[in-house]
């Protein structure tokens, strides 16, 4: 479980860097960039990934998660910003039930009425931690802000699909997969800041890129636990899953009424609540079956 717990500290402080990035004036896209930089040598170094024949590879997940990662991590990054680092977490979080809900309308697994149940606390979760109130934490009207939170939801979902089509691709080994996507990620974020430059409607500055390669290693942290959390609990997948999504939350909560001083209203206090109940009930199922049979 350290494997576990470091790896939800590493997501919780990526969250923490993204908060930070405007009260010390940081380009978010810059540093974005810059962080796939520092994933690609971290990469290299640690999982030395070959690059065999990839004519057979999944190519177009690549060129998608390429694409989708540096899109959503901004997106994550004005969530974060606008919603704070606590509702920004449990949609992150709830994520997971997009791909589930795939597994029953796409690939034909059938529901269970405790799987159900738990997707629709999901859900409600959602709901009831959007940010419902006039302002937002700006001080702003708070308008849409609540669509950061939907893209989030449905972009990690559609990331988790993704990935899984990945790592089931047995032919290339999941580390290669990922270096050669992080390539892509940065190598499209590259091409966009170049743009951006070329307009000048924004200027390089060293601060960017530091703080990019300080949020790349705080990210590639909570992938590397995270990866090496089910190698070593490989018989207990739900394990790994639960505790890092409730983990997350509870941290990230903390982190956010406590550090920052974010405040939640008693519906999105409930939703809290909801989310982790939701995570329980759909990675111990066979417990609730239990108790209802």
Same mark, same amino acid.
């Given at each position: ?12 402080? @990526? ?74 977490? @449990? ?17 034909? %697994? ?40 939907? @893209? ?13 089509q990945v790592a089931a691709f047995k032919a290339v ?36 890129? @530091? ?50 001083? %974010? ?22 199922? %066979? ?7």
């Amino acid at each position: 479980m350290f494997y576990v717990f470091l790896s939800i500290c590493f997501s919780v402080v @990526v969250s923490i860097f993204l908060k930070l990035a405007r009260r010390y004036q940081i380009d978010v896209f810059q540093a974005i960039t810059w962080n796939y930089s520092i994933a690609i040598l971290l990469t290299w170094v640690i999982y030395r990934p070959q690059l065999p024949h990839l004519q057979a590879a999944p190519l177009l997940n690549y060129t998608l998660l390429g694409f989708l990662f540096p899109a959503l991590f901004i997106v994550i990054a004005a969530a974060v910003k606008n919603t704070g680092i606590v509702r920004t977490d @449990v949609a992150q979080r709830l994520s997971l039930f997009i791909p589930l809900v795939a597994a029953f309308l796409l690939f034909g %697994e059938k529901p269970t009425l405790i799987r159900v149940i738990g997707i629709a606390l999901g859900f409600a979760a959602i709901i009831c931690s959007i940010p419902w109130g006039k302002r937002d934490l700006n001080g702003r009207k708070s308008g849409n802000s609540w669509i950061y939170l939907l @893209v989030v939801f449905v972009g990690m979902g559609v990331i988790d699909i993704l990935l899984k089509q990945v790592a089931a691709f047995k032919a290339v080994p999941f580390a290669t997969s990922l270096f050669i996507i992080f390539i892509l990620a940065f190598v499209i974020s590259l091409l966009r800041l170049f743009y951006l430059l070329s307009t000048k409607k924004i200027k390089f500055s060293w601060p960017h890129i @530091v703080f990019g390669w300080i949020l790349g290693i705080a990210n590639f942290g909570n992938i590397l636990f995270y990866i090496k959390a089910h190698q070593v609990l490989a018989n207990n997948p739900s394990i790994v899953f639960s505790a890092m999504n409730i983990g997350v939350i509870t941290l990230g909560t903390i982190v956010g009424l406590f550090v920052f001083k %974010e405040r939640l209203s008693r519906l999105n206090k409930a939703g809290i609540v909801l989310a982790i109940i939701a995570i329980v009930v759909i990675y111990y199922p %066979e417990f609730f079956q239990k108790i209802f049979s």
